[in-house]
């Protein structure tokens, strides 16, 4: 029995994030806040040029810096209209091909890029959830963080790069890399003049083949972490799992204001799963409730929306 819990123990996940209101300090216009904002969602958005290895400042015109300047003109012409752009949600596959380098091996030249491609869209908060790319070889310790722990919150280890600075990740002083956030791998964040919940949900349990892009990129994991791929998806359950719990703790708390629609935007990595997570999220709401739920994905390289889940996602 005593080897059971202690097994279920090592196996479990608490993700740690912070719970005031806007928390993240997003800037709301001073009047009409609902009519006059509006947000991007992106997704496999870390890409170099096709066939250079650069992973620093280097543009080269590709499809990230076209998406980029389509963001920057529609970003101008709302603004022209008179709204405010609020924050960009990043539905995964941030830095490619295997994750966020060690900051003394190229992960400094990784942040460069992202500030030059994103140049004026960094100056609001991103809010991010991790892709299978994300967790590859580069960023060799995030699933095992108990193997070359950074810091601990609430005893339980990180070591993550791409986390946030207070869970171990870093953030280089040069360009706007404090304003991209992943406070945990799952995570809540909040904005309730705007009756806006926003959820960082890690659903890479459900392709832990891909993680890295394929089998050969978390070689290194397997090894380190050890147990192989069985166990890098053991361990990956109990994060997806923590962050499906989320969802449904984060529905019974009730809207900030539950007379007016309740918007609820989730960030997460794969197709086919908004449908079961919207479920989850509905199964545990407060009885009256009106729901706007949006779910975001990507992994799959195009524009697309899904039947089953919100209308107009």
């Known amino acids: 029995m005593l080897l059971h819990v202690l097994l279920h123990a090592h196996l479990s ?40 290895a650069d992973a620093g400042p280097n543009l080269g015109k590709c499809c990230q ?13 709302l ?31 990784q942040w460069a890029r992202w500030s030059a ?19 590859g070889d580069s960023d060799l310790y995030a699933t095992c963080p108990e193997k070359k722990t950074r810091v601990r919150v609430g005893g339980q280890a990180y070591a993550s790069n791409q986390l946030d600075s207070s869970k171990g990740g870093y953030r280089p002083l040069h360009g706007n890399p404090s304003m991209f956030h992943l406070p945990d791998f799952n ?17 890479n349990y459900k392709d832990v083949s891909g993680i890295g892009g394929n089998n050969s990129t978390h070689v ?27 969802l449904a703790t984060g529905a019974a708390k009730g809207a900030a204001d539950p007379t007016q629609t309740r918007n ?19 199964a545990a709401l407060p009885k009256g409730e009106k729901l706007d739920f949006r779910c975001s994905f990507g992994h799959v390289h195009n524009t697309t929306c899904e039947s089953g889940t919100a209308s107009g996602t």
């Open 264 to 282: 609820v935007l989730v960030l997460q990595h794969y197709p086919g799963l908004c449908a079961s997570l919207k479920a989850k999220f509905v």
């Open 65 to 77: 810096t076209d998406v980029a300047e389509m963001m920057r003109l529609k970003r101008a012409e």
């Open 79 to 109: 603004e022209a209209a008179g709204k405010s752009l609020l924050f960009v949600g990043a539905s995964g596959d941030n830095f490619y091909h295997s994750g966020l380098l060690d900051e003394d091996k190229g992960g400094e030249l």
């Open 13 to 52: 996940y608490v993700n740690h994030f912070p719970t005031t209101d806007n928390a993240f300090d997003v800037k709301l216009p001073s009047r009409h806040v609902r009519n006059s904002s509006f947000a991007f969602l992106v997704a496999d958005f870390g890409l170099p040029p096709p066939g250079t």
């Open 220 to 246: 290194k994991i397997d090894a380190v972490c050890g147990g192989g791929e069985k166990a890098l998806g053991e361990r990956l359950t109990a994060i997806g799992h923590s962050g499906e719990a989320l």
């Open 187 to 203: 995570y809540r964040a909040t904005l309730d003049a705007l009756n806006l919940e926003i959820y960082g949900i890690d659903q």
């Open 117 to 135: 491609v994103y140049a004026n869209l960094t100056d609001i908060p991103w809010f991010a959830a991790f892709g299978n790319h994300d967790l």
